[in-house]
């Protein structure tokens, strides 16, 4: 059994999902202990419940210390089921990441699953719906992992309530992945998108864009979505040859929209100032299919405390470790 | 284990915010299922039918914020909502018919919701375990921008409470140490005695029966018990202490039950008795063994209906006390027999103590010691001690297999005033304890208790002669030495101990038979009689 200490590093719930992930394809029974252990609430939130009890469904686990609270989780996997799931998350916790947790998993599989999920799809520290749908899908089609989303409603914190469903295929022949260069840029786009909030909020975001970046009208949608609560999302794509990254950031009470709206300029700006292909919250995401698979190089952003960690955790399951390589200012090589 | 939540509606605070802003408004039913902490597996939700709209609303939005929650409606009928007795009532019933499943659940009583009068209940119901789980509140939390709320677990279990447990020890030692009397006893059995029994005087009313040799506190300790629940404010009446074996006859009904004027010969005014006037304090039944068959009935009637006949009266009066009995009697060996009632006590044996005598705690011989010392000084108002080798010698008698301690606390407090009262300018010498030791010894020797006749002869016999006798001797010259202490003259203890020879004119000078029987071993009459 491989014990993972969940203190390491970043520390939080990534730790959780990528030990579930590996665990269940590389068939190893895991131990995680001292689960979030410097957090404000230390132990499993539902959230990260929510992950444990699907990983659970899709390869029939035997699993203990599965409950609110818990420090420290046995996971002993069974076979990778495809199939039809049903996933929920109270609380708007991030159905992304339930999503990011099996599908790894899913993909080795020889049929098609279809899973439908019910809870947050746009969450402040997660990747909202269209990130992973525009950005991350986008870098996984060329691996040869094909999956095909739909949302049905929007999820905001807090309330959540979003639904929606993505149907994967199976992919046991992964690709080796190469991104060296983004190409040319041949669409950029924001997306203001808001649900149950006064008109204002969506035109001063839209009045900050066009102050701060010149991007022009049609270049800037606005959106109104059917939601539970309120909720409101600053979203700037830009669709490169090779790749599509998402910029985002979630409004909320007490930020001023102007405020929301230049957060996400600011990294926009930080992105195109690098010759970095993929952004920070994308490399760690895209280490998981990268060691399950054939490997690969790709350069980012300068990498993360979750990716850091991601690479002791992976470098756990497999013997193969990351190769992190500085290139220049902010400019990064991840290689495996 | 699932986590199962049990709330009231809240009809104004979960209605908050019309249509799309009820999101923006904390609702504490919602915010229940909404901790990203704590999973509520099923919510119990107990409504009056007339607010079945609004019960709807809740469920409807518990199923989208918390989809891993099962909903489940409860109607209960609340005439009003303020009055207490139809919401304990009608709350009751539903902690009645529930199906509670402990072993597979935990529950959660929500007190957020719900009249205050009702929140009221849900405590009373949840401290009382009809309600078996923990209750949990909600409340909004400051900052603007979380509709979300906090929640806190209150666990009644106060001894999980680090400083409410260091509190109650606290008090908790204080009660204990007021049974003892504030000695600090060592001696496990008895700690342990006292631990427990500091828990039932201050939990209950029943009875309590302590049982234990003549003179091990047990009027003592009722006193003190009284003190406690007096002093944690739980009674009001008084201490009323009475030994039952002062009791007989026509006297011991109207001691106990009271009489009316006239019921019988001396009967002359009216009396209320002893029952009535511990009436919310306590009854002391010292030696409850020797009540006659008849006392025994009525007390049992008195103590199950709080309710007795007195003397000659046909209409009952009604007393409210609690009864502490004490006996050094084995009381089922009476019950077997006939002499006590078996219904009686097995309504008193609920609470029994059996205090241990003198001899069983001889660890706590010194700080006995110390308190009766102390005692005496208080009464006597000056300061007595003993130096350090004659304290020595006492304690090393007093833990010898010689001393017995017959009649326990009541000899060491015999024994203690003795020498206290003898030691001059305060100081227990060397010389007062030897004489004190003597006294002991030859108090003790004629005790019924020890029976041993080699002890017996042992007080009399110089060392020689007491190790060079058979047994066979040992029990003749015991026994002759009994007699000869109980009689006048060496006369009389002849004419008693050779009483049939004496009838055949077998013998003619009984005195001088014995006298020579004595000076076989070196005895005389009037010096075993001065012993």
Partial sequence: ?336 | MKTVAISLLGTTLDQRGKRKKRWEKWRPTISLCQQEDLLIDRLELLFQPQYQRIADVVTEDIRQISPETEVCQHHIEFDDPWDFESVYSQLHDFSRRYQFDRDKENYLIHITTGTHVAQICLYLLTEANYLPGQLIQTSPSNSINNQLGTYQIIDLDLSKYDQIASRFSREHDEGTSYLKGGINTNNKQFNKVIAQLEKVSINSSDPILLTGPTGAGKSQLAKRIYQLKQHRGQIQGKLVEVNCATLRGDNAMSALFGHKKGAFTGASTQRAGLLLEADNGILFLDEIGELGTDEQAMLLRAIEDKNFMPFGSDSSVSSNFQLIAGTNRNLFKDSINGKFREDLLARINLWTYRLPALKERMEDMEVNLDFELERFTQKAGALVSFNKNSRSQYLKFAHSPEAIWKANFRDLNASVTRMATLADGGRITQNVVKDEIERLKNDWSFSTQDKNPINITAHYLNDDIHVSLDLFEHIHLAGVIQVCRHAKSMAEAGRTLFNQSREQKKSQNDSHRLKQYLGKYHLEFNKIRDR
């Fill in chain 1, 1 to 336: 059994m491989l014990h993972i200490d969940g203190s390491q590093g970043e520390g939080g719930g990534q730790i959780l999902r990528t030990a579930l992930s590996m665990s269940m394809i590389t068939g190893t029974e895991v131990k995680l202990e001292n689960i979030r252990a410097g957090r404000q609430k230390p132990g499993l939130m539902r959230q990260h419940l929510a992950c444990v009890n699907a990983a659970k469904a899709i390869c029939n686990a035997q699993v203990s210390g599965a409950k609110a609270g818990s420090t420290s989780v046995m996971f002993k996997p069974g076979a990778i089921q495809a199939g039809d799931y049903e996933f929920s998350v109270g609380t708007a916790g991030s159905t992304m990441l339930i999503f990011q947790t099996v599908l790894p998993a899913l993909i080795q599989t020889d049929s098609i699953s279809r899973l439908s999920f019910h809870g947050g799809t746009h969450n402040m520290l997660a990747p909202s719906y269209d990130f992973v749908a525009e950005a991350m899908l986008a870098v996984l089609k060329p691996m040869g992992i094909q999956v095909e989303m739909k949302l049905k409603r929007h999820g905001f914190y807090p309330q959540g309530g979003g639904q929606w469903s993505a149907l994967i295929h199976p992919a046991k022949n992964i690709k080796r992945l190469k991104l060296i260069d983004a190409g040319d840029l041949i669409k950029q786009q924001a997306v203001i998108t808001s649900s149950n909030l006064p008109e204002h909020i969506a035109l001063r975001e839209i009045n900050e864009i066009k102050q701060c970046i010149d991007w022009s009208d049609k270049e800037i949608q606005n959106q109104l979505v059917r939601s539970m609560g309120s909720g409101n999302i600053v979203s700037l794509r830009l669709y490169y040859q090779n790749c599509t990254e998402v910029i985002e950031c979630v409004g909320k009470i007490g930020v001023s929209a102007e405020r929301v709206a230049r957060s996400s300029i600011t990294d926009l700006k930080r992105y195109r100032s690098s010759k970095a292909v993929i952004g920070e919250h994308l490399a760690d995401q895209l280490m998981l299919p990268m060691a399950i698979g054939k490997g690969g190089v790709f350069r980012t952003l300068k990498p993360s405390q979750h990716s850091w960690t991601n690479r002791e955790v992976i470098h756990q399951f497999i013997d193969k470790r990351f190769k992190f390589e500085k290139l220049g200012k902010d400019y990064w090589e991840i290689r495996l």
